[in-house]
């Protein structure tokens, strides 16, 4: 479940809502596809929409901010199918007629597990984590981070991960964060991004990685730490 507070900015956008809205009250989504809200003062959970009839939306995976105070979520049902149900959608005028609308659907993107707007890019960043998928062939599991135009015209795989890969990297990425008061820039959780392994089976430890995407499918990388190395975790 994702969840956040909710803030000024976003309030703003919700002039028409039939319930009053504070600063600090908390919006989320769980993964049998609800978006609920619950208010700072308390009185328990409200539904603001639901996919549960959508068989297509099975698990909602996170919720950020968007473009013009929208509501931007990501879907992932699980295990990944051929062709993929894997899903970015947009909500507008959340607490008002929630007008909802797909941004893009369907491979490349799988399981999006991490979601960001960055508005220095203009574009949607989605981290892929298809998990292990026997089922499918190699070309078509796509673990990696995407950048997605706002208005689905263009979904672009910016990792191109060298083979092999040259650790600490972007491996097996979780989550995506902006980067607090530095524009432009990212932070990915990489699962096994780390240099070293921690078990028998070359499982490998995590490592935060920033990355700076130029808004053309393009980013540099830059290790913040290597959480597999003893000499940075202790």
């Known amino acids: 479940m994702k969840r956040f507070a909710m803030t000024a900015a976003v309030l703003a956008a919700a002039a028409t809502a039939t319930h009053a809205q504070v600063p600090g009250d908390i919006i989320f989504v769980t993964d049998d596809g609800d978006l609920n809200w619950t208010p700072f003062a ?36 699980a295990p990944v199918g051929d062709p993929s149900l894997g899903r970015i959608i947009r909500v507008d005028d959340v607490f008002g007629a929630n007008s909802v609308s797909t941004i893009t659907q369907g491979d490349p993107v799988q399981n999006p597990t991490g979601l960001i707007y960055d508005p220095a890019a203009d574009r949607i960043f989605a981290v892929n984590n298809p998990g292990s998928q026997p089922a499918l062939p190699a070309p078509r599991i796509f673990e990696t981070v995407l950048e997605i135009a706002p208005d689905g015209s263009s979904v672009q795989d910016v990792l191109n991960q060298p083979n092999p890969i040259d650790f600490p990297a972007c ?20 699962i ?14 995590s490592a935060l990685i920033r990355i700076n995407p130029d808004g053309f499918g393009a980013f540099d990388q830059e290790v913040i730490v290597d959480l597999s190395a003893t000499s940075a975790t202790g």
């Open 171 to 190: 491996n097996a990425v979780g989550d995506i964060e902006l980067v607090p008061q530095i524009p432009g820039s990212d932070v990915v959780s990489a």
């Open 192 to 205: 096994e991004g780390g240099e070293f392994p921690y078990r028998t089976n070359g499982q490998r430890g």
């Open 42 to 77: 308390g009185g328990g959970a409200f539904n603001i929409l639901s996919f549960s009839s959508d068989p297509t939306v099975d698990r909602l995976l996170d919720l950020e901010i968007g473009p013009d105070h929208s509501l931007l979520i990501g879907s992932g049902p």
